[in-house]
């Protein structure tokens, strides 16, 4: 199945949330909290629009169908002249708001160069027509969620595996100074069976941190409600790079058992529940547990209902290592199942559903 493996697109196969278009100018810049509402000033770009070809970076590449749609622009099958497949993200802009938000999307590319991460491999600019073309590496190979909703094989290994890809990555943003804020079965693509990377940076801000270098809590309900921690769904303040951590746990705990979770608001708040209360009542709680129940333990760390107590991701990181054999001279030290921690603020759980 042909992906659509950019920033604020919809996979044409798959439903997809709408997002907050608010473009990554500054730390300091409002954020907005309607997630639904269309990206002002960018407006789908029609068919008519675009030209049989684009040059970029010196070599002709002829637009091929649509693999992708969305409010925020269109994605292309493109093809160079040797026949290799690439994808091509077309924005159209408009006055004031869209160049400033198109260039931003475009200097968060060029930043965020990982292994798992889609790659940026050129820019492009159509003056007359006003179209701007941001020229992706393509996977073909579907997205997380068609994994997931398949059924397919997964075993002890592909599981380590995809779970230290993930969390590396995630680790590398946070690294360079930024958070995702949409991390989510839709938004990870596989470029062939055994390699995953994410894609869709449209809502991509710097951490927001204070005159000593310290992350800030903010309010935001930017992102997709499904993947929201606990205080993020209550609408309170909280620290981006845990709400990062939560949503990537979310995911991984989907592709680990298999099953699709929180399809509806009241599901999700049952889910909380159960998961902070006894999560092996859930069979697919339970199934992962003895099947491997160091997997099950970073997750109980990463899906921490309260956010001091949650694993950085950079902790995370450590952990995922060890188990893929990435550090193997290090020793694995088990985390407990239990929610309780040895401070008194991890004993108290203010989140009830």
Not at 29 to 37: A, E, N
Not at 138 to 149: E, K, M, Q, S
Not at 253 to 268: D, H, I, N, P, V
């Amino acid at each position: 199945m042909l992906i659509a493996a950019f920033n604020g697109l919809r996979i044409e196969t798959n439903q997809m949330d709408k997002k907050d278009p608010t473009p990554c100018v500054d730390p300091n810049v409002t954020l907005r909290k309607k997630p639904v509402q269309k990206e002002a000033g960018v407006r789908k770009v029609a068919e008519m629009d675009l030209p049989q070809y684009v040059t970029c970076r010196g070599k002709r590449f002829t637009i091929h169908r649509r693999v992708g749609k969305g409010g925020f622009g269109t994605v292309h099958q493109v093809k160079d002249i040797s026949g290799h497949k690439f994808a091509m993200k077309t924005l159209c802009e408009q006055p004031k708001f869209d160049a400033v938000a198109i260039k931003n999307e475009l200097n968060i590319c060029l930043q965020l160069r990982h292994p798992n991460i889609i790659q940026f491999l050129g820019y492009q600019v159509d003056s007359v027509r006003k179209l701007h073309f941001f020229l992706m590496e393509y996977a073909g190979h579907g997205t997380l969620l068609d994994f997931i909703v398949q059924k397919r094989a997964c075993n002890h290994w592909l599981r380590r595996h995809i779970f230290h890809q993930l969390i590396t990555a995630v680790a590398f943003i946070h690294q360079s100074g930024f958070v995702h804020r949409d991390l989510k079965a839709e938004n990870i693509l596989f470029t062939d069976p055994t390699t995953v990377k994410i894609c869709d940076f449209g809502l991509t801000r710097f951490i927001q941190k204070d005159d000593m270098q310290r992350e800030v809590k903010r309010k935001s309900q930017s992102g997709t409600v499904m993947y929201f921690s606990p205080l993020k769904f209550k609408g309170c303040p909280s620290l981006a790079t845990k709400d990062d951590v939560w949503a990537l746990g979310a995911v991984l705990l989907m592709f680990a058992t298999g099953r699709q979770l929180w399809t509806s608001l009241e599901q999700k708040k049952q889910m909380f529940s159960n998961w902070l209360r006894n999560p092996t009542q859930r069979e697919e709680f339970y199934l992962l547990s003895h099947i491997d129940l160091q997997a099950y333990n970073l997750l109980r760390q990463m899906l921490h209902p309260v956010e001091d107590c949650r694993w950085t991701i950079f902790k995370s990181r450590e952990f995922i290592s060890i188990l893929a054999g990435v550090n193997s001279s290090y020793v694995v030290a088990q985390p407990k199942t239990s929610m309780s921690q040895n401070r008194s603020s991890c004993l108290q759980h203010p989140y009830r559903v």
